[in-house]
């Protein structure tokens, strides 16, 4: 290449190299303008976000404080329901023991109950019953041989008939 060539190429190169830079400053304005414009709208809600900020930071303290105290509250009335469980517990399981044993003593009266019961049975069918069965079984033996006593001798025709026939 001839020093005439590459005079022409540098010289393309610096024109687009100066057209590049111009563009650029060009945005870079255009960006300040934006950004003052900007500026320009946020300045006056720069004291409302700064005062919106100082009472959310008191409403955090003031929320920290009662979530301690709620912490504080919770722990002691978990504390305080363990305490009240175990209480019951321990009533329920002697109320529950209580219970098993007077189960077993009433069924143990019960059954003592029952076996006087069935002796006292036993003793009168013995003592009473069977001495009245006796004297009813005597009674009626007396009071058949005093019917048959008290027959005259040989029955009668009719009474003999009325006999056959009934066997018969």
Same mark, same amino acid.
Do not use: N
């Given at each position: 290449?001839?020093d005439h060539t590459l005079l022409i190429v540098l010289t393309i190169f610096v024109i687009v190299s100066a057209v590049a830079l111009l563009i650029q400053a060009c945005m870079l304005i255009g960006l300040l303008v934006v950004a003052r414009r900007l500026q320009e709208k946020i300045m ?27 912490? %504080?509250? %919770? ?5 305080? %329901? ?5 209480? &019951? ?34 003793? &009168? ?6 001495? +009245?069965?006796? &004297?009813?079984? +005597?009674?009626?033996? +007396?009071? %058949? ?22 066997? +018969?």
């Amino acid at each position: 290449m001839d020093d005439h060539t590459l005079l022409i190429v540098l010289t393309i190169f610096v024109i687009v190299s100066a057209v590049a830079l111009l563009i650029q400053a060009c945005m870079l304005i255009g960006l300040l303008v934006v950004a003052r414009r900007l500026q320009e709208k946020i300045m006056p809600l720069i004291p409302q976000v700064e005062g919106v900020v100082g009472v959310t930071r008191r409403i955090v303290e003031r929320v920290e404080k009662h979530v301690e105290q709620i912490g %504080t509250s %919770t722990s002691a009335i978990l504390e305080t %329901t363990k305490q009240q469980l175990g209480r &019951v517990d321990e009533l329920l399981t002697d109320a529950t023991t209580r219970a098993k044993v007077q189960m077993e003593r009433a069924e143990m009266v019960l059954d003592d109950t029952m076996t006087r019961v069935q002796q006292t049975v036993s003793s &009168v069918q013995s003592g009473v019953l069977r001495p +009245i069965r006796e &004297v009813h079984g +005597i009674l009626a033996g +007396i009071r %058949t041989a005093l019917a048959h006593l008290g027959r005259a001798g040989r029955p009668t025709v009719d009474h003999a008939t009325s006999d056959e026939e009934m066997f +018969i």
